[in-house]
């Protein structure tokens, strides 16, 4: 019975030390797999190395060996690693065998480096990596034929970047043996020519740059896979789209820094929301219907119709899902309105640096009959057409802004009209801009910002901006401004930020009303010696008053602001350094003075730094006082002697006068 119990009891501790090593062997496998296959990365990142270091962790993902002086790669036995950057070295030579054991390499990246040498090693080397996704080999002087050797056997490739090299052509077989990208840059070559079946079998291929080449035409766009598209800084004279029923994915498409002549043509049926035309020549033609005319027989040429059957560019234009649209740094002195208007999606547009003078709305009218159509600009938020000398924009055109948020007009000569209540119709509004040449605002309830920058505004007349919803309003740089008494009603609820710097303003002449939504106030670079005392309303967070001529700020107005203020820049005035109550305060309450110590403040005939008065500003001012005492004294004294003197001239006066009479008598 005893034998029979003991060997249970060794069974059963037996089988206790049996659990308790498998325990023990799965806790340490447990804690080998956290510590081990966390991923590991080491970086030599800018180390002057000129070779690869020896005895690497073999555990190694990443390892970032760039910006050293390494001229020759040799095997690498890094059987975990995943992603090596080799960039910014002096490589010209990889052994064939280099990458043959890096069986997880995903992402490699060999720029500026010197691959344009030893060809046939260094492609070899890379032909041996199978599950790359992910391969940069730019700025390394590749030819066509070079860039074709480092692409071989990349079915797995997905991201390709070839930025900086000397490719001249690009041919249809380059991508031949990597057509599961999905990312391709080849900016900033010599890129004149692209193969018919370059980039049309890449069936994955979503974003594509070609920016800073040398093409000069875009025939037949055919990448119906292609989102993003960037052909700026090349020479593009057209782009045009044969027309055909397929659908296209297109999103973005960069055509900007070119030479076009036209709006591009672009796929019928497409996805394109933000354009990007600034810096070409469109609008060179003197008005939009010879540049419509001239495209669309461009269209019809290059797609061999001998007429040109319709307005094909009006008729694509119309079925854009456009939302951006930038058109500065062009030619236009008209604006395109018909072109424009069919966009019914379109929510900004830049119109900056064109030649604009006038927007006068001469749209065509029905041909069956002579109403005149109707056209909005009903999505239509963002509007700048800053810099281009307009002095004239057509009421009706300001109406067709339906929905207008921002307008900026900065740089030009608008003029504005006064608020004009009692005319009812819009042909009397119409008249009288007509003859004045003014523009009216008044139509835009949903304007919220507006900048009038740089426009030689002669007078902000009552009411100016009646009716329109105005949360910023920027007046600066009108240097000869007469600003109305009530020239913000009708806005004064609702302003937030309101600029009114470089106006040669005085105090005088600025008169704010009360704005309890005003946050924001620059009234920089005038003449002004005094804050209006009206803003004590407004629960202001930043407050310009820089360069003009303060000596002191009102302490009542300053302490009341204070509750909301955080930013004030004073910096340019003539504060008195025994009259700074106000400063005190803002210091006390850990206001943000960005220019403090800029400014300076003048104690008696001495200019102190406001940053050493706050230090010690008893100093200051004790002299300043034994100062203004001595001055007291010593102008009691002068005048005193000019009385005695002018006392005893008097008497002396009237005693001659009364000798001379004695005498005569």
């Not at 002087?141 to 079915?155: F, I, M, T, V």
């Not at 370059?198 to 979503?206: A, G, M, N, R, V």
């Not at 008005?287 to 319709?310: C, P, Q």
């Not at 939504?517 to 209006?532: G, K």
């Amino acid at each position: 019975m005893s034998n029979r119990s003991s060997s249970r009891g060794r069974m059963v501790r037996h089988m206790f030390f049996n659990l308790l090593l498998l325990w023990s062997l799965i806790y340490d496998v447990y804690i080998t797999g956290l510590t081990h296959d966390d991923p590991k990365e080491q970086s030599w990142n800018n180390q002057n190395l000129d070779s690869v270091p020896q005895d690497l962790d073999v555990r190694l993902r990443r390892l970032d060996l760039s910006n050293n002086f390494i001229r020759q790669l040799h095997t690498l036995v890094l059987p975990r690693l995943e992603q090596l950057d080799l960039s910014s070295n002096q490589l010209d030579l990889i052994s064939e065998g280099a990458f043959e054991n890096l069986a997880r390499l995903e992402e490699l990246n060999l720029s500026r480096n010197a691959l344009n040498n030893n060809l046939g090693s260094n492609s070899k080397a890379l032909r041996s990596i199978s599950r790359l996704t992910s391969l940069d080999i730019s700025m390394n002087g590749l030819s066509d034929n070079a860039a074709e050797l480092y692409l071989r056997n990349k079915s797995s490739l997905d991201q390709l970047k070839m930025t900086g090299n000397t490719l001249t052509r690009l041919s249809h077989s380059l991508f031949q043996e990597s057509k599961g990208l999905r990312a391709i840059s080849i900016d900033d070559n010599l890129i004149s020519v692209i193969e018919q079946g370059t980039f049309e079998p890449l069936s994955q291929l979503e974003m594509l740059n070609l920016a800073k080449n040398n093409l000069a035409h875009i025939c037949d766009f055919k990448l119906h896979q292609v989102k993003y598209l960037n052909l700026s800084r090349n020479s593009v004279e057209f782009f045009v789209t044969r027309e055909d029923d397929q659908s296209y994915r297109l999103e973005i498409l960069d055509l900007s820094f070119n030479k076009l002549l036209y709006f591009p043509i672009v796929p019928k049926i497409n996805s394109l929301k933000y354009l990007d035309l600034q810096n070409n020549m469109v609008g060179t033609l003197n008005s939009e219907a010879a540049m419509v005319t001239e495209a669309n027989s461009l269209f019809s040429e290059i797609m061999n119709e001998t007429i040109v059957r319709k307005n094909n560019l009006h008729s694509i234009w119309r079925q854009m899902p456009l939302i951006y649209l930038d058109l500065s740094y062009n030619h236009f002195r008209s604006f395109p309105l018909e072109t424009l208007g069919l966009l019914s999606s379109l929510e900004t547009l830049n119109f900056s640096y064109n030649c604009l003078q006038n927007i006068i709305w001469n749209i065509r009218n029905y041909s069956d009959s002579g109403n005149r159509r109707q056209l909005f600009f009903s999505s239509l938020k963002h509007l700048d057409l800053q810099s281009n000398g307009l002095v004239y924009i057509s009421q009706l055109f300001l109406n067709a802004l339906t929905q207008i948020d921002t307008l900026n007009l900065q740089d030009n000569s608008v003029q504005l009209c006064a608020f004009m209540d009692h005319l009812e119709s819009s042909e009397s509004t119409q008249r009288i801009n007509h003859n004045t040449s003014c523009v009216a605002f008044e139509q835009l309830q949903t304007l919220k910002h507006l900048s009038l920058k740089e426009n030689n505004i002669e007078t902000l007349h009552p009411n100016t901006f009646q009716e329109t919803s105005l949360v910023s309003l920027n007046l600066a740089r009108n240097p000869h401004m007469v600003m109305h008494v009530s020239a913000l009603d009708g806005v004064q609820t609702t302003l937030s930020s309101l600029i009114i710097s470089e106006t040669n303003m005085t105090s005088s002449d600025l008169s704010l009303p009360c704005m309890p939504a005003l946050t924001l106030l620059n009234i920089s670079n005038n003449y002004l010696d005094v804050i209006p005392s009206s803003l004590s309303c407004s629960p202001l967070r930043e407050m310009d008053i820089r360069n003009n001529r303060f000596v002191s700020l009102n302490y009542s107005l300053i302490h009341a602001l204070s509750v909301h203020l955080n930013v004030v820049y004073i910096s340019g005035n003539y504060f008195n350094c025994c009259d700074s109550k106000w400063l005190k305060t803002l210091n006390e309450l850990k206001i943000n003075l960005p220019d403090i110590t800029e400014t300076e403040c003048f104690s008696g005939d001495s200019r102190v730094k406001m940053t050493d008065y706050l230090k010690s500003s008893s100093v200051y001012c004790v002299f300043h006082r034994k100062t203004q005492e001595v001055h007291i004294v010593q102008m009691f004294i002068i005048a005193s002697f000019v009385f005695v003197i002018i006392t005893v001239f008097i008497v002396f006066t009237r005693k001659l006068c009364s000798t001379e009479r004695s005498f005569i008598v």
